[in-house]
């Protein structure tokens, strides 16, 4: 499965961006999906992730409440909507697929990467 986000770019703190994620292959309805971030210096970390047919999500605290997590399987899209940004979210973010829900916080469990889209927070 090819991965391709769209969607970064810079913004103010407070603003909001949404990020898409295509996949090249219409089986992207088998593959539960799920976005990570790395900012410089730091470890690539868990943002969201959703089910199939999107019944179920998952957040990392730091996204709850502020970042949804959705999918369009007709258009073989995965999104991630982003609000109330702040710098701490400065990263690249990346989508990733996986056949496997359970421990869907861990980037291990993945099997097919995008290349990444920068986001960038600051006044």
């Known amino acids: 499965v090819h991965l391709v986000e769209s969607g970064g770019g810079s913004v103010l703190p407070g603003g909001s961006l949404r990020l898409s994620c295509v996949a090249s292959?219409?089986?992207?309805?088998?593959?539960?999906m799920g976005w990570f971030r790395q900012a410089p210096g730091k470890e690539r970390e868990f943002v969201a992730a959703i089910s199939l047919s999107g019944t179920f999500t998952n957040y990392a605290h730091s996204a709850r409440d502020r970042f949804t997590i959705s999918r369009d399987n007709a258009k073989n899209t995965l999104y991630l909507e982003m609000r109330d940004l702040n710098p701490e979210d400065t990263a690249i973010y990346f989508c990733a697929s996986t056949r496997s829900y359970g421990e869907n916080w861990s980037a291990q469990v993945y099997e097919y990467w995008g290349q990444g889209t920068q986001v960038t927070v600051s006044s």
């Open positions: 292959e219409r089986t992207f309805s088998n593959y539960h």
